[in-house]
């Protein structure tokens, strides 16, 4: 059963629902995937389950969050599905990320986006776009975490209005705005770091509308924060205090990771206001927040503002201890981005590698079952090819909708082959081969059955069959470029039709019997189903 067979109307609803409303999903997918397991249907319960730990994750059920996960993704590696190990490690690094844990994430999500590539599934590539980029983002990454962005919005065109791809935009005006105001933290010009602040708010003002008309105060919330950094770079401190009160309002203060980062942010706008106490105060929530979850994402910006609000409060030996834990962490971080670095190459280059693999073999199947069921000399279909077809077309003939089989012998091959041996026999069999395809169109089917016996099943009534051998009739008797000047090929073919749903066999049977009395006619001939069979008969 192929992956578009199993992802049914029910599947898909619950990946949608998975993204859409992620712990509040919980509930009616665990039950979904409850009842899979107890029907027994494991196919289609590894579909399932990618959703159940992504919705696990966001309720911060970790274990069972990597248990659905890893569930999955052995299921996908044994049956070798490019896209569902993608999904499945997109879940593994979306627990990372909560978990607070980028090494992982970053691994996790390196390789899964690598496999999205391959799958050429669009709104895919946008969701594992969403959590590389996101470990990039909170890792410091910056121009790394845009490009991954920007490529997941390249392919997201003509689904803007999904909810991955609001994300996505969300993810991307986070990524522009840390990147601006770090350009505008290091001085470079202001012509490098405004157009990204600007572009950062256009980007979240129609995905706002969206979510507050959808009452997705979560994710308002989030998105607040990002507006308020691009206010911070463009100067605007009171429209970033106002971004930043209203995410506050409709915050989820058990989020650790939200609540860190909005610390940071709040911290960073009353320091340019001139507000050290205020910003202190921001920051110690940020460090309780990170305490309760002992993720350190983050931590190093803390401490380099908890530093510079003691530094202007005159509170030097403070300012010098936070000062010195900043520099640790960002220490630690350097490191940890090296091996992070080294670990996501060497997970693409082995993601590459079984990919070129899993290619290798996918082509070799491909030309086993191409070469099983199709004529080494003429390209042509084979019997077995034949057969197949005819049996898949003649259950839905109609009146409307005929199917006419034609079987043709050439006329005195055996003297071609006698004369001139088997190479010019094999060149006569590739002329009619050719004529024989320029004759089909895609709905029909022409085939060598054996020697020099071919055979067509035309999408169309007899009338239309007869017009089409007299043309191939013709055009077969024309000198052909592989032969020798006294060779003219000839043929003769007979013609049945079904305009209701019969026997193959059967059909085989009349148009056989035709065939036959187009040779007893004289050969070169063409006879329908049915015409009479003149009585001397021709060898």
Known sequence: MTEQDLLDDDLRSLDRLAEERGAGALATIQAAVDRMRTEGDRDRLTWALPPLARSFALCEKFDEAEAAANEALAHFRVNGSVRGQALALNALGLVAIRRGVPTRALEMAGEAVVLARASEDPILQVRIANTLGVVLNDIGRLPEAVQIFEEGLRAARGFQGEAVVLRLRSNLSLALSRWALKDYDDRVPEGNWRARAERALALMVPTLATWREQKRWSLVSGALDQVAIAHIVLGDLQAAHAALDEAEAVMDESAAHSMVFFACVRARAHLLANEP????????????????????????????LKSLAHESRA????????????HEMRTRLVLERAEQQASALAVALNTERALRQVSEERDRAERAHLEARHDQLTGLANRRKFDEFLAGVLPRASDEHPVSLVLIDLDHFKSINDRHRHLVGDAALRWVATHLQAQCRQTDLPARLGGDEFALVLSAPLAVAHQVCNRLRVAVAERGPDLPADVTVRLSAGIAEASAPCDALHLFKRADEALYAAKAAGRDAVRNDGDPIPDARHG
């Not at 509170?315 to 834990?325: D, G, S």
């Open 315 to 326: 509170e030097w030996q403070e300012a010098l201890a936070a000062h010195k834990r900043f």
């Open 277 to 304: 106490l205020l910003a202190l105060q921001a920051i110690e929530r940020g460090h309780a927040a990170a305490d309760s979850r002992g993720g350190h994402v983050h931590m190093d910006e803390l401490f380099r």
